[in-house]
């Protein structure tokens, strides 16, 4: 067999606050990513409390999807997409988060996406929480480390997975909550696009406060994932994971230890969501810190009530574990491969990572996996209206290449492909255009400029050819 199954998931992944702008339309509340400024590679993004003048919010328009989406998903649909992921956008539902009714603007608004979808036969797979959250949850409620918020999300889910049912059946809770790990130093993005608060800024205890929003999260994922199922037996829910298999620097087995405990980071809250309980290894590790995390008969009720149907696979690199004389890092804290090449924003390239992460995720768990993200960030060069874009294919073709031996030759269930960011969009840890993604190029500039025009690159051929021939030409 040199196919991939026919009913395949190939597709692509997006998400609201990168690629919708519209940020006060149709009574959209301030979400925390509307605070988030542009930044590079070079210059992190600055998270401020008031929009200030001089500085630029790429989500305020981003690519303006909002109001494109009809054209952009025709141009997905044409090159055969079977499945896009999208966000809903929290505070488009719940402006401020507490509100007793639901805006229903917001609601009509992604029906007509959805409803959009439907009409070309592609699949909607709809991410809850995609970094967000109304902004009010963080300044008046303590975000996640309020319990209270568990039960805001809960209720916003309900509206949504109630409004939409009988057209969407893959529901994602989360996206990537896992970058909280209490076990590392954590950087601002990440503390800050997953629950709105910088990681330097935290007062006291900093691992005690990363470990309770790191346990609530993972409560209100499973809580969730029981009500999404309640409201629609036919519903498979999964959460998506941003996973970064980490290496040991070589064989002495201190190295390979440290590896190993390297990847609790990005897998306690799989534990806690397939196993049916929260890793004890886990709440033990908090005593060591003299951290004491509260688990109630009633959480573990969900716990055991809330396990996945499928887990969301994010892939886009690997990482050696950290050793104390090297220098080198990467994003997620620890050193770079030096058998590996790495992208222009230092992500190692690593296409055999993937094969390795399916096999390790699908016999640790035995449930059905979806690659939810994959792809590289790149600068894109337009000449005379073509973007010849061949490092973007090899990236995707290699990637592609490994994701099939794992379905073939390992027998690893994974249903679907999600390239990330199958249309350029705004970069999520550094706000910028320049870092592009899509297979369609969007003439946006990070200062402002540009028409907001869609046009193929080359990739978007390669990639429609590739779902017609069911991965054969790979
Ligand atoms: C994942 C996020 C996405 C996306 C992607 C690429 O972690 O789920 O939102 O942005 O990474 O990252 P970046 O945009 O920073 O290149």
Redesign the pocket.
């Known amino acids: 067999m040199t196919k991939l199954p026919k009913d395949f998931l190939w597709g692509g992944?997006i998400?609201a606050?990168?690629c919708e702008g519209a940020w006060q339309e149709d009574g959209k509340g301030p979400a925390i990513m509307d605070y988030a400024t542009s930044g590079s590679y070079e210059v992190p993004r600055q998270f401020t409390m008031t929009i200030e003048k001089d500085k630029s919010y790429p989500s305020h328009e981003a690519i303006d999807f909002y109001h494109t989406y009809k054209e952009d998903i025709a141009l997905f649909a044409k090159m055969g997409f079977k499945a896009l992921r999208i966000s809903i956008d929290w505070s488009r539902i719940y402006p401020r988060g507490d509100e007793e009714q639901p805006n229903q603007l917001g609601i009509e608004h992604y029906r007509q996406v959805i409803l959009e979808l439907i009409k070309h036969g592609i699949e909607p797979i709809v991410t809850l929480y995609?970094?967000e959250m109304p902004v009010t949850l963080v300044r008046e409620y303590q975000t996640w480390l309020n319990p209270q918020v568990i039960e805001f999300y809960l209720k916003y889910v309900k509206t949504v997975v109630e409004a939409y049912k009988g057209l969407v059946k893959y529901w994602v809770t989360f996206?990537?909550m896992n970058?909280i790990d209490p076990q590392s130093e954590a950087s601002d993005i990440f503390t800050y696009?997953i629950a709105g608060i910088k990681y330097s800024e935290i007062e006291g205890n900093k691992k005690e406060v990363l470990a309770k929003i790191g346990y609530n999260m993972t409560l209100a994922g499973v809580k969730a994932t029981k009500l999404i199922r309640d409201i629609d037996k036919n519903n498979q829910v999964g959460c998506?994971f941003?996973i970064t298999p980490v290496y040991p620097k070589d064989c002495h087995p201190d190295n390979v230890m440290k590896a190993f405990k390297a990847m609790d980071r990005d897998f306690y809250q799989i534990d806690a969501m397939c196993n049916g309980c929260f890793p004890k290894y886990k709440l033990k590790e908090y005593e060591d810190y003299q951290i004491h995390i509260e688990v109630t008969p009633e959480d573990e009720i969900a716990f055991k009530e809330g396990t996945l149907d499928f887990i969301g696979m994010?892939y886009?690199s690997t990482e050696v574990a950290k050793s104390d004389n090297d220098e080198s890092e990467t994003?997620w804290g620890g050193s770079q491969n030096p058998y590996l090449q790495q992208s222009k924003?230092g992500?190692a390239i690593d296409p055999v990572g993937l094969r390795y992460l399916l096999n390790y995720t699908y016999r640790k768990y035995g449930l059905p996996i979806m690659v939810t993200?994959n792809?590289i960030?790149a600068v894109d060069e337009m000449v005379e209206g073509k973007i010849h874009d061949e490092y973007r294919i090899d990236y995707l073709k290699a990637h592609l290449s490994e994701l099939k031996k794992a379905v073939i030759e390992d027998h690893v269930e994974c249903f679907g492909y999600l390239m990330?960011?199958p249309i350029d969009?705004?970069?999520?840890?550094?706000g910028?255009m320049k870092?592009r993604?899509g297979f369609i190029y969007v003439d946006k500039n990070d200062d402002g400029s540009g028409d907001l025009k869609r046009y193929t690159k080359d990739s978007y051929d390669w990639y429609q050819n590739i779902i017609q021939t069911q991965g054969e030409d790979l």
């Open positions: 992944s998400a606050h990168q995609h970094f996206n990537e970058h696009i998506v941003g994010n886009y994003l924003w992500w993200e792809g960030g990330w960011g969009l705004v970069s999520a840890t550094t910028e870092k993604y």
